[in-house]
């Protein structure tokens, strides 16, 4: 697909960053919008930890206020990046600006479907080199999102990354949903036949080769949701409900650039608290400009985002530790290390 041209509505996988998330108007309404009917949080039990954010204080006490137990987290590649996976476009490190050596027309061009068809070379390549499981062990982001679930506390984990991490931590499938697809499965681009996910793994990995379809020939690929295809039908089929039902937003390590996924902020009720944990403001998250410093109250009333910027293993850290999860946080992350 284009770059940054929608296609075929929000089924399928669309690169808005160029565009920016929403058109200007509907994002002006949304924001105006967001800040109806909030409670305000207090930071009463965290307040004597004067080291930590206030941000994160905030979130602790959400948290700990046992009011959230239908919590949907959305991540990307961010939570990644401390596993030794580099994200798309941090610049310097991303992907994006480390795709010379495969003499791209475009960088996105590596996982689009069309050029895939003409010259699969670049993204088996790459496939090698980052295929799930051989090498990176889940970070303390993931492990917390397997602590949210044993704690009983999450209603869906939307990952857009294909790495597999979230589900090495732990997190179970019926929690899970890989909007843009995983490398377990594999199908073949011309005529849609299913293609043994091992055998293509073998080829990838092993013979550094393009798998072949076996009945027409066709070039083979994991069933990872390139620009031009649609999302898993899983998505579709879980994301009104969950969005419905969820009671707090946890957003972490993503551009919010790709939709449809990147929709799901504005999707979730306009009541309910949106958390950030990313180095940089994204999509329609807003600074929390609500903190009563006197009172050392965070006041949602006013403003329901709340976001902190930097390394989301520094913020989860922070956070687990005011939650007293730290112990299980680490114990849960050293289970599932890979070396
Ligand atoms: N690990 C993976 O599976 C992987 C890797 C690269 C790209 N992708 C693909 O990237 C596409 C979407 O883009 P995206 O939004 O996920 O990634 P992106 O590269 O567009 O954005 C990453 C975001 O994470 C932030 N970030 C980077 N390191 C961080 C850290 N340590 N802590 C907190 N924030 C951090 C960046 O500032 C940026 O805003 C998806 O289609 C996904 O399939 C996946
Ligand atoms: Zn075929």
């Avoid at 994002?27 to 941000?55: R, Y």
Wanted: with cysteine; charged share 25%.
């Amino acid at each position: 697909m284009g770059k940054s041209k929608s296609q075929g509505g929000s089924h399928s996988l669309e690169d808005s960053a160029n565009n920016g998330v929403l058109p200007k108007s509907k994002k002006d309404d949304d924001i105006s919008s967001l800040t109806e009917g909030l409670n305000s949080v207090s930071i009463g039990a965290n307040a004597g930890s004067d080291d930590v954010p206030d941000a994160i204080k905030c979130v602790a006490d959400l948290i700990s206020s046992n009011k959230y137990k239908n919590i949907v987290v959305l991540s990307g590649a961010g939570i990644s990046c401390n596993a030794g996976i580099p994200d798309f476009r941090t610049e310097g490190t991303g992907l994006y600006d480390n795709l010379q050596k495969y003499n791209l027309p475009y960088p996105e061009a590596v996982f689009d479907l069309s050029f895939y068809k003409n010259n699969p070379d670049p993204f088996v390549q790459l496939a090698s080199e980052l295929w799930p499981g051989l090498k990176h062990s889940p970070t303390v982001t993931h492990s917390f999102i397997a602590l949210l679930e044993k704690k009983g506390l999450l209603l869906r984990n939307y990952t857009q990354n294909i790495d597999m991490l979230d589900v090495l931590a732990g997190v179970s499938e019926d929690k899970m949903i890989e909007c843009h697809g995983h490398f377990r499965t594999a199908s073949c681009t011309k005529c849609s036949r299913t293609f043994d996910g091992e055998e293509c793994k073998h080829v990838i990995v092993e013979e550094k080769k393009v798998p072949k379809c076996k009945h027409c020939g066709g070039y083979v690929k994991p069933d990872i949701v390139f620009f031009g295809e649609s999302l898993p039908t899983r998505f579709h089929k879980f994301v009104k409900h969950d969005t419905m039902n969820a009671d707090l937003l946890i957003v972490m390590g993503t551009s919010l650039m790709v939709g449809p996924v990147n929709m799901i902020p504005e999707m979730v009720r306009r009541k309910i608290p949106r958390i950030l944990f990313n180095r940089e403001l994204v999509g329609t998250f807003k600074k929390p400009n609500g903190m009563n410093t006197r009172r050392k109250s965070y006041d949602t009333s006013a403003q329901r985002d709340i976001f902190h910027g930097g390394d989301c293993d520094e913020s989860i850290k922070s956070l687990c530790a005011l939650l007293g999860w730290e112990d299980e946080l680490n114990e849960l992350n050293a289970s599932t290390r890979l070396d």
